[in-house]
Every structure is written in C-alpha cells, then in structure tokens.
C-alpha cells in the first residue's frame, strides 16, 4: 500500500471515530427529546447546543475548503445555535442528516484519488484539504466527547 493512500486511511478513521472515543452515531442515538435542550448543573451546553455547533463548524470548515465563495458565519454567535433546545425531532433529526452528510462530503474529499492533500487551498491564507480534515476531526472529537459528558450528567448514556 503506498504511504498516501495509507495516510487517506487514516485520516478517514480519524473523521468517522469509533477508534479511541464513541462515535458520533453513537453519541446521538436514541437521546431523549426532553433532554436535547437540558443543561446539566455547571454545564454551559445543551446536547442541543453541542449537536449544533459540531454541525455549523463543521460545514464551515467543508465549505471553506471546496468553494472560494464561501464566507464563515460571525464568531463566535454565528457559530452557535439561538436557543437551547430544537423546537421538535424534525429539527434535532435535520440536524443529525446535516452534520452526517456534510462529513460524508469531508471523507469524500479525502478519499478521492485526485485531491492534492497537500496542495495550499488556491483562496485560503497556507491551509491545506490535508489540515482541513484534521481540524475537522479535532473539533468533531473534542465536541463528540462534550456530548457524551452531557449525556452522562443528564442520565441518559450507558
């Protein structure tokens, strides 16, 4: 196996998880609606707030390095939800698709054979599709670990 491919494994294991901490899959699986917009005492965030923000900094950062267009939300308001809870399951479950679908397009850039990994992004300030998945799976690995916390704290992971 040459070493670029290698390297696409293993960036790829690093976006989907389930390697040294639970997936996100996981961390969103059957969380009660009543819970989605709790704080736990001494918690800043909802799951709500969490699931949110993974998805909205996540899509930022796919965005920015596939369209020279693309502006990033205000940080840090832009960057999480209004309100505390989703006003229902469509909202919690658009979300989930959101953020699932959004990664898939990461891993996708990743995987294809064609993408410079290494290549400085032509509209960026240095930054690479390569530094771009590891900040991706930085940010989704901190948060994901955030959110099952909350979950434990509201009772609700086993």
């Known amino acids: 196996?040459?070493?670029?491919?290698?390297?696409?494994?293993?960036?790829?294991?690093?976006?989907?998880?389930?390697?040294?901490?639970?997936?996100?899959?996981?961390?969103?699986?059957?969380?009660?609606?009543?819970?989605?917009?709790?704080?736990?005492?001494?918690?800043?965030?909802?799951?709500?707030?969490?699931?949110?923000?993974?998805?909205?900094?996540?899509?930022?950062i796919l965005e920015f390095s596939r369209n020279p267009q693309h502006v990033s939300p205000k940080w840090p308001e832009g960057y999480w939800p209004a309100k505390r809870a989703p006003k229902d399951d469509k909202e919690w479950s658009a979300s989930v698709r959101a953020f699932r679908r959004d990664l898939k397009a990461m891993c996708d850039q990743v995987e294809n054979e064609g993408t410079d990994l290494y290549a400085r992004i032509p509209h960026g300030t240095g930054q690479t599709i390569l530094r771009e998945a590891l900040l991706t799976a930085d940010h989704n690995a901190y948060h994901l670990g955030e959110l099952v916390l909350l979950r434990r704290l509201l009772g609700a992971w086993k």
């Open 1 to 60: 196996m040459s070493e670029e491919k290698e390297l696409r494994e293993h960036v790829l294991a690093l976006l989907t998880g389930g390697q040294a901490h639970a997936t996100f899959d996981a961390a969103v699986r059957n969380l009660p609606a009543e819970l989605r917009g709790k704080r736990p005492r001494g918690a800043e965030h909802s799951p709500w707030e969490v699931l949110e923000h993974m998805r909205i900094a996540q899509w930022d």
